[in-house]
């Protein structure tokens, strides 16, 4: 066989990416749920016939999957025939799906008795079940708390659907009518896409479709073999913490040492806490090529060549090395839910690695968090019962080698589109009192970190249930770069400015009562750059659209504003007094972070690590917590990790001694 041109080889890409595409537009103006119809929470791929992604929407759906390989989970069907429709939602079985929510569907497309390729794709569903209206919460401890689990398997045969199947999937979730609508429409996509497939097969042939998906990943691969080609060879070590490894638990860290040599990359996620008691673990199965471990270095290839493919081929250059029993890495049935928290924690790592190896081509950490809120409540007119996603809580991206941060869409959310407060009220009977940016938010820097964004609403029924996952970045702040600062926390709050206020931090599900007020902002992004260089008319600016406060200028820009106007001689005297003598640390990570690192240095980190991998996988959320119990304060006499260890055996006589490691 010939080899394909290159012209016709990018009118192939064209065709197979139109075609993820109509399956995404079928799926987005047909779906029931808001989650769906509006945020835009699911996926559209087509694959070959090995289930390897061969092409994704530009700018429909999540921005995950590119790298998604459904090998395994196929290969638990016994036999394929025309007209099958397969899926799965179970984390633990063939490793695609993720959470229990995001239920998993593909479509073999057939010539003759070939399989060519299959339509594929994902939704997120509002609930399946489980101990929590919307499925997920950090406080669950078990994969099977977190609703109905269905493995690899046909919901329909030769055409025809398993309605049995469909009847247990709606029995056990609370509002069947949301699943069973977008499951209709999730079926119409994958539809398409085969429709769509059949067409190029028709157009070009079996055979010539079939190597020009192998020619899109080799070309792929060689687009991502490049960009590594233009960074420095070396080894950069980054760590970053979700705020809580459980319930106002201990700071989760996750670790990354990236070695670039050449045109390959390893990324060895070692270092990183053990399996959680709680869920925000991120099934992982070991995969070296896991597309949730290389969402970081997607959106890096993306930023160093706009023009890269999308697919599989990205992943080909890099090697994931996650040892077993890891947050990353867990153990069925650890819970899982909560895993985007933790994946918005590798983006943010990933950009940290890199913001060492290139940092003069890397922004600042986006917010960090994308909290979503779902409400649980009783319609007071109808007197039915309303389970809807009312919004992400989408924090501002961090600030750019050559601008701020986008306001109100960081890295870690921009997929997840903004619902309209019309469409949220006519839905869901609560009252949007407001949305909004958040002032003061974004880090200081040359290139200022973008906005928080707000959201207050009011409920009017009582026993309102709320959840509002992927609570995080209250307690440690996205971190500035290049002498830029940290951006503002986010919070949650009950009631704000009354006498029944309640601060809920990183609470990610509550009961409301009628008229109860719930206000809830995302973190800011990052600065980037010394904010003191920062353009005093740009300061000025900001001030006037309400990004920055008057005495926020004046204190992190050293901009004094007076009667709306720059006051030119007391600025140049205020950047003078707040000028330090020496070189900005590369990242400011924040007051936070910086007693954390001064109580857990890298090397009892390093330690700790040989430590609990050295222990039954069991026992180590247990001794670590025990550990950081120990661990004395600032001021204290200092104390060695196998002192401390030491007491925890003589409190816990059960404790195994841990294996003697030469290597993690």
């Given at each position: 066989m010939?080899?394909?041109?290159?012209?016709?080889?990018?009118?192939?890409?064209?065709?197979?990416?139109?075609?993820?595409?109509?399956?995404?537009?079928?799926?987005?103006r047909t779906a029931y749920s808001t989650f769906v119809k509006e945020t835009e929470d699911f996926t559209t791929q087509i694959t070959d016939a090995s289930g390897v992604c061969v092409a994704v929407p530009m700018d429909l759906g999540a921005t995950w999957y590119p790298g998604i390989t459904y090998g395994r989970a196929m290969a638990m069907i016994k036999d394929y025939e025309p007209g099958d429709i397969c899926f799965t939602n179970d984390p633990y079985s063939g490793f695609v799906a993720t959470h229990v929510p995001d239920v998993h569907m593909w479509k073999p497309v057939f010539h003759g008795d070939d399989i060519v390729g299959?339509?594929?794709?994902?939704?997120?569903?509002?609930?399946?079940?489980?101990?929590?209206?919307?499925?997920?919460?950090?406080?669950?401890?078990?994969?099977?708390?977190e609703g109905v689990r269905f493995p690899p398997m046909k919901l329909y045969r030769a055409g025809k659907i398993n309605d049995e199947l469909v009847d247990v999937m709606m029995l056990n979730v609370r509002k069947p009518d949301q699943n069973r609508g977008d499951l209709r429409a999730f079926v119409g996509a994958l539809n398409t896409g085969e429709r769509k497939l059949r067409d190029m097969v028709a157009k070009f042939g079996a055979p010539q479709v079939t190597q020009g998906m192998a020619m899109l990943l080799d070309y792929a691969e060689h687009q991502a073999r490049d960009v590594l080609r233009s960074i420095p060879d070396g080894e950069y070590f980054f760590s970053d913490y979700a705020d809580e490894d459980s319930v106002n638990g201990n700071p989760c860290r996750v670790a990354l040492t990236l070695t670039i040599k050449g045109d390959?990359?390893?990324l060895d996620f070692t270092g990183s806490d053990p399996q959680l008691t709680s869920a925000l673990n991120v099934p992982t199965g070991g995969d070296p090529h896991h597309t949730l471990l290389l969402v970081g270095v997607y959106y890096v290839l993306c930023t160093l060549n706009p023009q890269i493919t999308l697919n599989a081929g990205l992943t080909r250059p890099f090697t994931c090395i996650v040892p077993e029993g890891t947050v990353l890495n867990p153990h069925s049935p650890a819970a899982v839910g909560m895993r985007s928290l933790t994946c918005a924690r590798l983006r943010s790592l990933i950009f940290g690695v890199f913001g060492l190896a290139v940092p003069e081509r890397m922004p600042a950490a986006p917010a960090g968090s994308s909290s979503i809120i779902n409400v649980m409540t009783t319609d007071n007119r109808t007197h039915r019962t309303v389970l809807a996603a009312v919004n992400p809580i989408v924090g501002g991206a961090g600030g750019m080698p050559h601008r701020d941060g986008t306001n109100g869409s960081g890295a870690d959310g921009a997929y997840l589109k903004n619902t309209p407060v019309e469409i949220t009220e006519a839905e869901v009977p609560i009252q949007i009192l407001r949305y909004g940016l958040m002032p003061d938010s974004g880090g200081a820097g040359l290139h200022r970190g973008g906005l928080a964004t707000a959201l207050d609403f009011r409920v009017s029924a009582p026993h309102t249930r709320i959840t509002a996952r992927n609570r995080d970045r209250s307690r440690f702040r996205p971190w500035g770069i290049l002498g830029g600062k940290a951006g503002g926390p986010s919070d949650m709050v009950l009631n704000p400015g009354t006498a029944r206020e309640k601060p809920l931090g990183n609470t990610d599900t509550f009961t409301c009562e009628p008229g109860d007020v719930i206000h809830i902002h995302s973190p800011g992004g990052g600065g980037r750059g010394n904010p003191l260089d920062r353009d005093p008319a740009r300061v000025l600016l900001d001030v006037a659209r309400g990004y920055v406060s008057v005495a926020a200028a004046a204190e992190s820009y050293g901009v004094v504003i007076q009667d709306g106007a720059v006051d030119t001689a007391a600025t140049a005297a205020k950047r003078a007094s707040l000028r330090v003598a020496g070189d900005a640390p590369h990242f400011a990570f924040g007051p936070e972070r910086d007693a954390h690192d001064a109580l857990w240095t890298a090397e009892i980190y390093h330690d700790l690590t040989v430590l609990l991998a050295g222990l039954p996988v069991h026992w180590r959320f247990f001794v670590k917590g025990k550990l950081f119990e120990l661990m004395p304060r600032t001021g204290e006499p200092r104390a060695t990790l196998a002192e401390l260890f030491a007491k925890v055996q003589a409190e816990y006589s059960d404790v195994p001694a841990p294996r003697r490691l030469e290597s993690v």
């Amino acid at each position: 066989m010939s080899s394909i041109d290159k012209v016709t080889l990018q009118i192939m890409g064209n065709h197979l990416r139109a075609a993820a595409e109509n399956m995404a537009y079928t799926l987005y103006r047909t779906a029931y749920s808001t989650f769906v119809k509006e945020t835009e929470d699911f996926t559209t791929q087509i694959t070959d016939a090995s289930g390897v992604c061969v092409a994704v929407p530009m700018d429909l759906g999540a921005t995950w999957y590119p790298g998604i390989t459904y090998g395994r989970a196929m290969a638990m069907i016994k036999d394929y025939e025309p007209g099958d429709i397969c899926f799965t939602n179970d984390p633990y079985s063939g490793f695609v799906a993720t959470h229990v929510p995001d239920v998993h569907m593909w479509k073999p497309v057939f010539h003759g008795d070939d399989i060519v390729g299959f339509a594929c794709g994902h939704i997120h569903n509002t609930d399946m079940g489980g101990a929590v209206p919307a499925s997920l919460s950090r406080a669950l401890t078990e994969v099977h708390q977190e609703g109905v689990r269905f493995p690899p398997m046909k919901l329909y045969r030769a055409g025809k659907i398993n309605d049995e199947l469909v009847d247990v999937m709606m029995l056990n979730v609370r509002k069947p009518d949301q699943n069973r609508g977008d499951l209709r429409a999730f079926v119409g996509a994958l539809n398409t896409g085969e429709r769509k497939l059949r067409d190029m097969v028709a157009k070009f042939g079996a055979p010539q479709v079939t190597q020009g998906m192998a020619m899109l990943l080799d070309y792929a691969e060689h687009q991502a073999r490049d960009v590594l080609r233009s960074i420095p060879d070396g080894e950069y070590f980054f760590s970053d913490y979700a705020d809580e490894d459980s319930v106002n638990g201990n700071p989760c860290r996750v670790a990354l040492t990236l070695t670039i040599k050449g045109d390959a990359a390893i990324l060895d996620f070692t270092g990183s806490d053990p399996q959680l008691t709680s869920a925000l673990n991120v099934p992982t199965g070991g995969d070296p090529h896991h597309t949730l471990l290389l969402v970081g270095v997607y959106y890096v290839l993306c930023t160093l060549n706009p023009q890269i493919t999308l697919n599989a081929g990205l992943t080909r250059p890099f090697t994931c090395i996650v040892p077993e029993g890891t947050v990353l890495n867990p153990h069925s049935p650890a819970a899982v839910g909560m895993r985007s928290l933790t994946c918005a924690r590798l983006r943010s790592l990933i950009f940290g690695v890199f913001g060492l190896a290139v940092p003069e081509r890397m922004p600042a950490a986006p917010a960090g968090s994308s909290s979503i809120i779902n409400v649980m409540t009783t319609d007071n007119r109808t007197h039915r019962t309303v389970l809807a996603a009312v919004n992400p809580i989408v924090g501002g991206a961090g600030g750019m080698p050559h601008r701020d941060g986008t306001n109100g869409s960081g890295a870690d959310g921009a997929y997840l589109k903004n619902t309209p407060v019309e469409i949220t009220e006519a839905e869901v009977p609560i009252q949007i009192l407001r949305y909004g940016l958040m002032p003061d938010s974004g880090g200081a820097g040359l290139h200022r970190g973008g906005l928080a964004t707000a959201l207050d609403f009011r409920v009017s029924a009582p026993h309102t249930r709320i959840t509002a996952r992927n609570r995080d970045r209250s307690r440690f702040r996205p971190w500035g770069i290049l002498g830029g600062k940290a951006g503002g926390p986010s919070d949650m709050v009950l009631n704000p400015g009354t006498a029944r206020e309640k601060p809920l931090g990183n609470t990610d599900t509550f009961t409301c009562e009628p008229g109860d007020v719930i206000h809830i902002h995302s973190p800011g992004g990052g600065g980037r750059g010394n904010p003191l260089d920062r353009d005093p008319a740009r300061v000025l600016l900001d001030v006037a659209r309400g990004y920055v406060s008057v005495a926020a200028a004046a204190e992190s820009y050293g901009v004094v504003i007076q009667d709306g106007a720059v006051d030119t001689a007391a600025t140049a005297a205020k950047r003078a007094s707040l000028r330090v003598a020496g070189d900005a640390p590369h990242f400011a990570f924040g007051p936070e972070r910086d007693a954390h690192d001064a109580l857990w240095t890298a090397e009892i980190y390093h330690d700790l690590t040989v430590l609990l991998a050295g222990l039954p996988v069991h026992w180590r959320f247990f001794v670590k917590g025990k550990l950081f119990e120990l661990m004395p304060r600032t001021g204290e006499p200092r104390a060695t990790l196998a002192e401390l260890f030491a007491k925890v055996q003589a409190e816990y006589s059960d404790v195994p001694a841990p294996r003697r490691l030469e290597s993690v």
